[in-house]
């Protein structure tokens, strides 16, 4: 496995001092369908803004595409502001546009229809006006108001009024107050009317959009080690309930509060400089993003389970590759998945000899828990650990393999002071001893003679004791019938 993928990483290293990065603006813009079928539209949160265009005001809006037996063929999850391309109950072919956003930009929108009105916006504190040097035209952009003492107490954000005059209510309950992150550009006057489903404000994400480009080997390296990508994603933990609480120095306090009774909220401090495109009162799914980012393998783990943290790191690095046109199986990237899968954390030991946060194999926790359920006792649990390449190929069951690897004498010095035995069962081990490998067809035939072995042992053994009516001999006893005793000698040493 290990060869197959370091192989086409040759070419890597090659191509990537070429391309360079900037160049790899890896972002979509649109949804396509890939069949002809229906649409429905699933968790319809949508509005019709004023230009009569459809806007998805969820983030957990999709476009089900489904066939005419009423299966679903294709679901497409929008993202926040997407305009729809259809409606619910209409037909489409396939390569029909079904949505499209705009992906330099992420909009603030409003829920509600009304006027608009600026709260804590004054030119100079926390706005300014900056003439676009290509079309000439006047914009406001928020500036970072917190810089000075003077001004670190605003909360500028936009706010909907009704004919009254007063903050207009959203269906969710609280004021229609959109707050607004530095950098974002209003996009309306003051006092001007707004239809809901309105982009009252835009938020510059070029510069992210421009995905992290450590393309090429840095990033299978990354992946492979499981490390945390610096300014990494945020997922939810838990679905429930968006809530803004306090906010702690340069931090800004989210909880969200679980729909299950008796469950715990979650709370999150993020920095103030990343914008988060959720609004009090929003409803969050388990494993949705708070934060936008590359995702820390680890979060996937821990919220989402192992098979969906298989599959981002398979998806990943075949990402890497494709991009450079190479093709290579996936079994090969699965293989070491399992490897950096190999050990579980013990949470409760139950009636098993673990210590509670010891480290163990996953194979051993599965047979110690088959011994205990064949004695009716209680299994131990434990939570599967994501291990970086070097640090698995550390923590192997066998130490000449771990030693032929890296910091020699840290692990010979431990499996002298632990006293540990290596039972030569892998390949790399038995190749430093020069044994033949325990692989390829013969070794499982090996493998069974030497069971064979045993067992013709153990018989003959057995008819020696009944015949000399003799007490039962152990193996390694010589076998006093006369008749008998070649044979055992003789099987081994023709083998």
Not at 139 to 160: E, G, H, M, Q
Not at 473 to 488: D, M
């Amino acid at each position: 496995a290990a060869q197959s993928i370091g192989e086409p990483g040759t070419q890597l290293t090659m191509r990537t001092f070429h391309i360079g990065g900037a160049a790899q603006l890896a972002d979509q813009s649109f949804i396509e369908s890939n069949f002809d079928g229906e649409v429905k539209i699933r968790n319809r949160n949508v509005a019709r803004n004023s230009n009569g265009d459809l806007m998805a005001m969820a983030r957990n809006v999709a476009i089900v595409v489904v066939d005419k037996s009423g299966a679903e063929r294709a679901v497409h999850r929008l993202q926040y502001g997407a305009r729809l391309k259809v409606d619910e109950g209409d037909q489409v072919k396939r390569g029909q546009r079904l949505a499209e956003w705009d992906p330099f930009t992420r909009p603030i929108l409003t829920e509600v229809d009304g006027v608009i009105g600026f709260e804590d916006l004054t030119e100079g504190a926390s706005m300014s006006e900056q003439i676009d040097e290509a079309t000439g035209i006047a914009k406001r952009i928020v500036i970072d108001w917190r810089s000075s003492p003077r001004t670190a107490s605003l909360r500028p954000a936009l706010v909907i009024k009704g004919p009254d005059g007063k903050i207009v209510k959203v269906a969710r309950g609280g004021d229609a107050r959109y707050a607004l992150p530095v950098e974002s550009i209003i996009s309306f006057e003051p006092g001007a009317k707004v239809n809901a489903g309105d982009v009252i404000a835009r938020i510059s994400v070029n510069s992210a959009k421009t995905r992290d480009i450590t393309g090429g080997l840095p990033r299978v390296a990354e992946l492979f080690e499981a490390r945390r990508p610096k300014d990494h994603a945020i997922i939810a933990e838990i679905s429930g309930t968006v809530q803004f609480g306090k906010d702690f120095k340069n931090k800004q306090r989210l909880t969200i509060v679980p729909n299950e009774e008796g469950a715990e909220p979650v709370e999150y401090l993020i920095p103030k400089s990343k914008h988060i495109h959720l609004q009090d009162g929003d409803v969050i799914e388990k494993g949705e993003y708070i934060v936008d980012g590359n995702p820390a393998p680890h979060d996937i783990l821990a919220i989402k389970g192992v098979e969906e943290l298989a599959a981002y790191l398979v998806n990943e690095i075949q990402e890497v590759y494709r991009l450079q046109g190479v093709n290579i199986n996936d079994k090969h990237i699965e293989v070491i998945v399992r490897q950096m899968l190999q050990k579980v954390d013990i949470v409760d030991p139950g009636d098993t000899d673990f210590l509670q946060g010891e480290q163990v194999d996953a194979t051993e926790l599965e047979a110690a828990n088959e011994i205990m359920r064949s004695e009716g006792k209680k299994e131990a649990v434990g939570t599967p650990v994501l291990l970086g390449i070097t640090k698995a190929s550390l923590q192997t069951r066998s130490f000449i393999s771990a030693a032929s690897f890296q910091e020699t004498t840290r692990v010979l010095t431990e499996a002298a002071v632990n006293g540990k035995v290596d039972t030569l069962e892998g390949l790399k081990e038995n190749v430093i001893v020069g044994r033949l490998i325990p692989a390829g067809t013969g070794a499982a035939m090996t493998k069974l003679r030497s069971i064979a072995n045993m067992r013709d042992t153990l018989i003959l053994a057995q008819k020696a004791e009944e015949s000399a009516g003799a007490p039962a001999l152990s193996l390694a006893a010589p076998s006093t019938q006369p008749v008998a005793a070649p044979k055992p000698a003789k099987a081994p040493a023709a083998e």
